[in-house]
């Protein structure tokens, strides 16, 4: 069992930064592929950024430049994700998905992030 937890929120200026954290239960990071999703009020969860095993980045186009997705490789516990220059449009709920051994899926409970126009 892997338990996920985010942190890292809360309510921001347009223009503005956050860094959200993500942090499992087990040292996993580094095998695992994991992700960033965020839900906005009446929308679906859509993924945000993704971070392979390998280190290998991904992030949606509306997102690219501003967003980055890292990982603590000294931890193996915490993922990251650096948002900047941040748009109301990004106000949702952020959830961190670890996918274990490519068929486990777990997710974090979710960080509120609210962007002030």
């Known amino acids: 069992q892997v338990q996920l937890v985010e942190s890292g929120g809360g309510l921001v200026q347009a223009g503005g930064f956050l860094r959200l954290s993500c942090t499992a239960s087990?040292?996993?990071?580094?095998?695992?592929?994991m992700h960033w999703y965020r839900q906005a009020p009446g929308k679906q969860r859509e993924l945000v950024a993704s971070?392979?095993?390998?280190?290998?980045?991904?992030v949606v186009n509306s997102v690219k430049g501003r967003f980055t997705i890292s990982r603590d490789n000294a931890k193996n516990t915490v993922v990251y994700l650096q948002m900047n220059s941040l748009k109301p449009e990004d106000t949702g709920v952020y959830y961190c998905?670890?996918?274990?051994?490519?068929?486990?899926?777990?997710w974090g409970q979710g960080t509120q992030v609210t962007v002030s126009s």
């Open positions: 087990v040292s996993i990071i580094s095998t695992t592929v």
């Open positions: 971070i392979t095993s390998g280190g290998n980045t991904y």
């Open positions: 998905k670890a996918v274990v051994r490519g068929i486990y899926d777990y």
